[in-house]
């Protein structure tokens, strides 16, 4: 056997080597810091790319780790979620509707950043100011904004030309909705085969309908829901006498009809227009990519209305009592950044936060990714509530009280308005 020197033989070296380095990573791994990450998205795009920022961030630096892990919905709900923290099993960071952000950060569950951004001087004018606005609760920040959405009409041009419309030329005034539903709209044996619009159908709720109406749901100087406000009411108003002219059973008979996939009514036929969010391209992309189609913005009344739209999201947010906070705001920093943000834009389909982030390529290349984004600087955002659950059911409720007649628009929204206002006054009174 050949010797290197007096004492060492080359084999041993070599196994020596070898076992030095399989240490050495094993005592790197075991000084890295674990964080953990929950997020709820089950779509194969949304996983690849939390997969691919933790591989990144990970592949990044030599101290922290990042284990993504997907969760039930459930999972995250304040009540589990407390209990997953005191028994240790938290996480980290996780993925919160930014909708939920003021009423989780009420219940005390999550941990506030701006001690992270100030001494890391983020510079939180890059987000898009409505996605800060949902993720801010009592002036503290609590979530760094992924992404966000927003909702168009969508319109079958190929429908539009049949009937004798000007598929070039959509409507942008509810007057002129109404001229397209009458003229798009077919009976036959006194059914409908196709209705040309059913306003309260997919992201058609009160919310959206009465933003384009002009209205407002929360008066934050004084602390007052008005769900009762007069054009909300207005909103309200006009879906009912939808339903009252066109026949309200009438209507539940051809939605009764109603698939989803590739049976989907827009795609089909049964409808020819529809208020939908950006993630409906996935749908017609996957099950009709050759359809003739086209995007709007929301009609709005010629009177006291404008042209709107609204925005949700998620945000990255620390629970209170995280084990790593400090590793999880690093992660964050990353994630919720322009090459993360780049990652759940691309692999998942999703619009940005960052306002620079809509200049790019991949939404300026794609006519339709490109009126979405374009409709930002027009987007409005749910109210910042610690009651916000509550009150998306109640104005829900409201609605399918008022479309069949059974109440009217006025009478429905002031029950709405002294509801949540009771209820908000006493989460207002127990932060005190």
């Not at 290197?4 to 990573?25: N, T």
């Not at 999550?110 to 800060?132: C, G, H, I, K, T």
Request: charged share 25%; glycine share 8%; proline share 6%.
């Amino acid at each position: 056997m050949k010797w290197l020197g007096r004492k060492v033989p080359i084999p041993a070296l070599a196994l020596y080597l070898l076992l030095f380095g399989i240490l050495a990573q094993m005592t790197e791994a075991a000084d890295k810091v674990t964080v953990t990450f929950w997020h709820v998205m089950s779509a194969v795009g949304d996983r690849q790319a939390f997969e691919e920022m933790a591989k990144e961030f990970n592949a990044s630096q030599n101290r922290i780790q990042v284990k993504v892990e997907l969760v039930p919905g459930g999972a995250t709900e304040k009540t589990k979620l407390l209990v997953a923290m005191a028994g240790g099993s938290g996480p980290d960071v996780y993925l919160l509707d930014r909708f939920t952000v003021a009423e989780t950060a009420l219940a005390g569950i999550l941990q506030p950043l701006d001690q992270f951004v100030d001494r890391d001087r983020l510079n939180l004018d890059e987000y898009l100011p409505f996605a800060l606005r949902e993720a801010t609760w009592e002036g503290k920040l609590y979530g760094l904004p992924l992404d966000t959405d927003t909702r168009v009409l969508y319109y079958r041009t190929d429908l539009f030309d049949e009937a004798g419309l000007d598929s070039r030329h959509p409507p942008a005034t509810v007057e002129d909705l109404e001229v397209a539903v009458r003229r798009l709209t077919t009976v036959k044996d006194e059914r409908y085969q196709r209705l040309g619009l059913i306003p309260w159908q997919a992201e058609g709720n009160l919310f959206t309908w009465g933003l384009s109406f002009g209205g407002s749901f929360y008066d934050p100087a004084r602390r007052k829901i008005t769900a009762d406000h007069p054009q909300v009411v207005a909103a309200l108003a006009w879906m009912q006498d939808f339903a009252k002219r066109y026949g309200w059973n009438k209507i539940q008979h051809l939605i009764g009809q109603f698939g989803s996939g590739a049976r989907w009514p827009f795609l089909v036929g049964q409808v020819a227009m529809v208020v939908d969010g950006n993630w409906r391209l996935d749908t017609i992309r996957r099950f009709a990519p050759e359809l003739d189609f086209s995007l709007a913005p929301i009609p709005y009344p010629k009177e006291g209305g404008r042209m709107t739209t609204w925005s949700g999201g998620w945000a990255f947010v620390i629970p209170d009592g995280a084990k790593h906070p400090e590793e999880a705001w690093e992660f964050m920093k990353f994630a919720a950044g322009r090459r993360g943000q780049e990652l759940f834009m691309t692999l998942g389909d999703h619009l940005p936060t960052l306002a620079s982030l809509l200049k790019s390529d991949y939404l300026l290349r794609d006519p339709y990714r490109k009126v979405f984004a374009g409709l930002l600087p027009y987007a409005q955002s749910r109210p910042v509530l610690p009651v916000c659950g509550l009150y998306w059911d109640e104005l829900r409720r409201a609605v399918n009280e008022v479309l069949p007649g059974t109440k009217t628009a006025t009478a429905a929204l002031a029950e709405v308005t002294a509801r949540v206002q009771g209820e908000l006054d006493k989460a207002l009174k127990l932060k005190r």
